[in-house]
């Protein structure tokens, strides 16, 4: 067959894409540029991190990792996680990093999931695999002192090293529609899905199209897991920019625009409630003093006009998850509040029913994507071809999102379908409602579910946490809550919790929230004697 590289200009060359090149031209290009700053203050320059990748790549390889060989990695965000990521790849393998909270059953269902039979894992995981069967893991290399494992192969993690000299060389180039990773979803209906993504994909997620307002001049804050699209994505992209990253282990409010200011960051990347923590800190003379231009914050909450005023630094915001290639993309400071943008460059977007056909503008539908590049969106769910079906029928990926489409071409986000809540014959997005609980000064974060009611149907319940220090009054905060929002869509039960339970992509674990349900410590405001009845107009 004709090498599609060289005559579809919608695939692009592999030195554009592809981890191996990437790293080979930019060490060749600029050398002394650096690619990445740590929280100690140390960094890499771009021929430093091509000397440790290939050394970790060659030393893979005597442990017989080949091209196309799945390698599971289970580690938290630092040098050591980077440096795998990269090496696995160099030699044309795939990466497949573990949720670092998984264990139990996720866990057992993962490993067996991912094909692997070398794991490199932080050796504190490293007892969690007593529990569960371990599939065709055969070798594992530990990141630390590992406790005594029986039946598997063990390495040091810093004795896996090599010459480059001793790197065989590759059967064939590694392609833009190789497949790069297997990044397990959330799991939230049903067992975690991998989803399998090509170079081109990774690249597509963020690249030029998408993302054209950042640049190879800038240095983009890692504070996302490394297995999580986010904490993943962005070192690519950057990458691909010939830019650098600034590497945060962990995300902390109290840290952050300290962290921010010394590694001299350009570009960051919030979750909504990390933007509503980061806003409700108090005011403080040096709220300008970063370098940082560019925030991405997803999803757009009313904290973003705040968030420019305070801090000056121009807030745009996206719709992505780690199936597709940002669809859906802001102009800077959006005026439209809770909007996720307009369709990017090279993708087709619908918004349909359950039958796949198109509804009215301004109503509420799925929103279904295809894009006019080949191997731009994920190649399917590993070893899944069901749940692979389902999702890509009629050619388009079905994203599993609710949103609504305004006349001026606005994409809204109303919930995950399966989130939606169902009051006495009115459906409630759970992401509206929880935008309006946010608002109120003495909430942090909040989540907002259905729970059964006695009516039939579902009753709206908010689970909160309050600003630190803070003490929530909920008669007030019902008050509150009845100015901004139609009766039927203020919360009947409230349960005030100091933190929300989450994953560690900071995602709210609803499915647990719901079935702890109405517990003992939840206010109801009926019960208190606040009723709320449709106005008489």
Sequence with gaps: MADLNHHDPRVLDRRICVLRYLIDDWADKQPDAVYAVFEDGS??????????????AAGLQTLGVKRGEHVAVWMQN??????????????GAVFVPFNTAYRGAILEHVLANSDATLLIAHAALLDRLSDVDTASIRSIIALGTPPALQGFSVHDFHAVTGREDDLATLDRPIEPWDIQSIIYTSGTTGPSKGVLSSYLHLYTNAGPESWHFVTGEDRYLVNMPIFHIGGLGIPFVMLARGGSIALMENFSTDTFWDFVRRTETTVIFLLGVMAT????????????DHQVR???MVPLTDAAGPFHERFGIDVFTIFNMTEISSPIVSEANPKKLGTCGTIRPGVDVRLVDENDCEVPEGSVGEMIVRTDRPWAMNSGYHKN???????????????GDAFRRDSEGYFYFVDRVKDAIRRRGENISSFEVENDVTAHPDVREAAVIGVPSEYSEDEVMAVIAPVPGVQIDLVSLMEFLVARMPYFMVPRYVRVMEELPKTPTAKVMKAELRTEGITPDTWDREAAGIRLKKDRI
């Design 43 to 56: 960094s890499w320059t771009y021929a430093e991190l091509r000397a440790l990748v290939v050394a970790k």
């Design 78 to 91: 630092g040098r050591e996680a980077l440096v795998t990521f990269y090496a696995i790849n160099y030699l």
């Design 277 to 288: 923590f980061l806003i409700k800190r108090p005011p403080a003379s040096d709220d300008r």
């Design 294 to 296: 560019v925030a991405f």
């Design 385 to 399: 071809p069901e749940a692979t079906a389902k999702a890509w029928r009629n050619g388009w990926f079905h994203t």
